[in-house]
């Protein structure tokens, strides 16, 4: 793992998005979105469902279409094939095979990236899966199977994880947990950019993008969002910065 920097503006830049629009119907669901997500840290991309989040993060990962601007991704243009097994993947739509056990989805996808399956189990360990290990994937539940898909996107510790909605379904005991491991990775040099609309997991960020209707609205830690807009709470800094833009 890299060595850990405490200040955010010294750190090298994991992602680099410049003039970024998606186009799709004739519409940009991404709109000239523009910012830097620094190495080492964990970064909440928040918004409400719709606003294009999903659409940006398949964009750093290089599997969007349509896609103009610059995107760099850990010193390498989005899609280059060396970042293939250099980032850490968790799409909402779970990539998991539902007619094998656990362990032989933990089995399949460690050799596809060539890692012991003992992180795999240590993994299971983490998100309380490790009693459902022969169980099949497909009698899981929708949280289990979430739970799951994110062990496969940690399986080869990755420098980069793009983490979409990990913790929708779960309880907040689990949801804790994970919050928890996220900030432990980062700690270790990992950079996490992770999606949400829930605006309470915004004060585990360092970092804040707030997306509406495809655009970059405002960014910063939460607490200078919540200082330049006079707020109490991230969620009353989002509605306020909403209402400030709709006065212009």
């Known amino acids: 793992m890299s060595e850990v920097v405490t200040d955010t503006n010294l750190r ?3 992602v680099s ?15 000239n979105f523009t910012t830097m997500v620094p190495a080492g840290t964990v970064v909440g ?3 409400p469902s719709g606003c294009g989040k999903s659409t940006l993060m398949r964009s750093i990962v290089g599997v969007q279409e349509n896609v103009e601007g610059g995107i760099t991704v850990l010193g390498h243009p989005a899609g280059d094939p060396w970042l293939r097994s250099n980032i850490g993947y968790r799409s909402q ?3 998991l095979y539902e007619d094998l056990t656990v362990w032989e989805n933990i089995q399949y996808f460690s050799q596809l990236l060539h890692v012991g399956a003992e992180r795999g189990r240590s993994l299971l360990e983490v998100v309380h899966l490790t009693p459902f290990s022969n169980e099949r994937v497909g009698q899981l539940s929708g949280g289990q199977k979430a739970r799951l898909s994110l062990v496969i996107a940690l399986l080869n510790d990755p420098p980069l994880l793009i983490l979409d909605e990990p913790t929708v379904g779960l309880d907040p005991l689990l949801r804790r ?11 270790e040099g990992t950079t996490l950019l992770v999606s949400s609309h829930v605006m309470d997991e915004a004060a585990r960020c360092e970092l804040l993008l707030l997306m509406r209707g495809g655009r970059l609205l405002a960014e910063g830690s939460p607490s200078q969002l919540i200082e330049d807009t006079s707020s109490d709470t991230v969620e009353e800094a989002f509605l306020t910065l909403i209402d400030n833009e709709a006065k212009q």
């Open 93 to 95: 739509d779970l990539s």
């Open 45 to 47: 991309l928040l918004g």
């Open 17 to 31: 998005l410049r003039d970024v629009s998606v186009l799709r119907g004739g519409q940009r669901v991404v709109d």
């Open 177 to 187: 947990e994970l919050w928890k491991l996220f900030s432990t990775l980062a700690r």
């Open 12 to 14: 090298p830049d994991a």
